[in-house]
Nanobody
Framework: QVQLVESGGDLVQAGGSLRLSCAAS????????MDWYRRAPGKQREWIAT???????YYADSVKGRFTISRDNAKNMVYLQMNSLKLEDTAVYYC?????????WGQGTQVTVSS
């Protein structure tokens, strides 16, 4: 089954850390770039990070220096380490990949940052 499954979302205090995980099926993961997006309440979906198949990483300015995307090619897993969390990081976080002209999305995981 072709799928992406996120986990790790939680309620965390501002300044805290959280690590999100995304389990991907082999057909999506192998040899492809993987991304994290988020959708905050009342806002459009926002791209936040990408990791290419060779491990090159890219970040949105809003998370650069605070978030780290990584991948484990042996486990077909993608991670998002989030540090120094801010109230404005509250959102549903989605794992994504664009493979052979198709977009694949996970169901999302909720991250709530409290003051």
């Amino acid at each position: 089954q072709v799928q992406l499954v996120e986990s790790g979302g939680d309620l965390v205090q501002a300044g805290g850390s959280l690590r999100l995980s995304c389990a991907a099926s082999e057909s999506i993961f192998s040899g492809n770039a993987m991304d994290w997006y988020r959708r905050a309440p009342g806002k459009q979906r926002e791209w936040i990070a990408t990791i290419s198949s060779d491990g090159t990483t890219y970040y949105a300015d809003s998370v650069k220096g605070r978030f780290t995307i990584s991948r484990d090619n042996a486990k077909n897993m993608v991670y998002l380490q989030m540090n120094s969390l801010k109230l404005e990081d509250t959102a549903v976080y989605y794992c994504h990949s664009h493979v052979k002209l198709r977009d694949y999305w996970g169901q999302g995981t909720q991250v709530t940052v409290s003051s």
